[in-house]
């Protein structure tokens, strides 16, 4: 299996912040990463697919880059309602796998 | 509107078998794939498995041999069973959506995802 090793697994960023968090995959996954935002009590939603594509409707301060094995998720200027759970997961080879998760607070 | 939601008991016994059934709408099974997802409470997330849009079935090995897949395309549902329930097994099970491949490319994402229901494995 593919394992997908997300850090940091917690941060708190300040309103307006750049925060950045990585997922590092256990073998090249060829761009097959997606990132989701999980509010609490709510089901994971889509953000970025295809390592850089943002998902319609998500705000373009969410951005995605990366290649190979290594890949990140940046939020240029916390918001509020950007306090969540993120997550990422591969789909290049199955079983499918996911990232540990990423605690997201603001400051 | 696309929508998924999962239904099934809260509860179940150690031992026992889990059903569950994800009730779909505004798309048709046959056109899309249904995948089921769990989610333990320190929030890591498990691929269980797959319900191809042509009625076949993949499976996380670290279910085989306890866990099917199956649906009744004319009621828009997608049945998950495991049998041999342990206390790991507790967790928010979800059902979820691959997005279609002429927007999204060769490998999609989940583009939609139910509510979750929640499952306590516990005598």
């Known amino acids: 299996d593919i394992q997908m090793t997300q850090s940091p697994a917690s941060l708190s960023a300040s309103l307006g912040e750049t925060v950045s968090i990585e997922c590092l995959a256990s073998?090249?996954?060829?761009?097959?990463l997606a990132w989701y935002q999980q509010k609490s009590g709510k089901s994971p939603q889509l953000l970025i697919y295809a390592a850089s594509r943002l998902q319609d409707g998500v705000p373009s301060r969410f951005s995605g880059s990366g290649s190979g094995t290594r890949y990140s998720l940046k939020i240029s200027g916390m918001q509020p309602e950007d306090e969540a759970d993120y997550f990422c997961?591969?789909?290049?080879?199955?079983?499918?796998?996911f990232g540990g998760g990423t605690k997201l607070e603001l400051k | 509107q696309v929508q998924l939601k999962e239904s099934g008991p809260g509860l179940v016994q150690p031992s026992q078998t889990l059903s569950l059934t994800c009730t779909v709408s505004g798309f048709s099974l046959t056109s899309y794939s249904v995948h089921w997802v769990r989610q333990h409470s320190g929030k890591s997330l498990e691929w269980m498995g797959r319900?191809?849009?042509?009625?076949?079935?993949s499976y996380n090995s670290a279910f085989t041999s306890r866990l099917s897949i199956s649906r009744d395309t004319s009621k828009s549902q997608v049945f998950l069973k495991m049998n041999s329930l342990q206390t790991e097994d507790t967790g928010t099970y979800y059902c979820?959506?691959?997005?279609?491949?002429?927007?999204?490319?060769?490998?999609?994402?989940?583009?939609?995802w139910g509510q979750g229901v929640m499952v306590t494995v516990s005598s």
């Open positions: 979820a959506r691959i997005g279609p491949y002429t927007y999204y490319g060769y490998n999609p994402p989940f583009d939609y």
């Open positions: 073998e090249g996954i060829s761009n097959d």
């Open positions: 319900m191809w849009s042509d009625g076949d079935t």
């Open positions: 997961q591969q789909s290049y080879k199955y079983p499918w796998t």
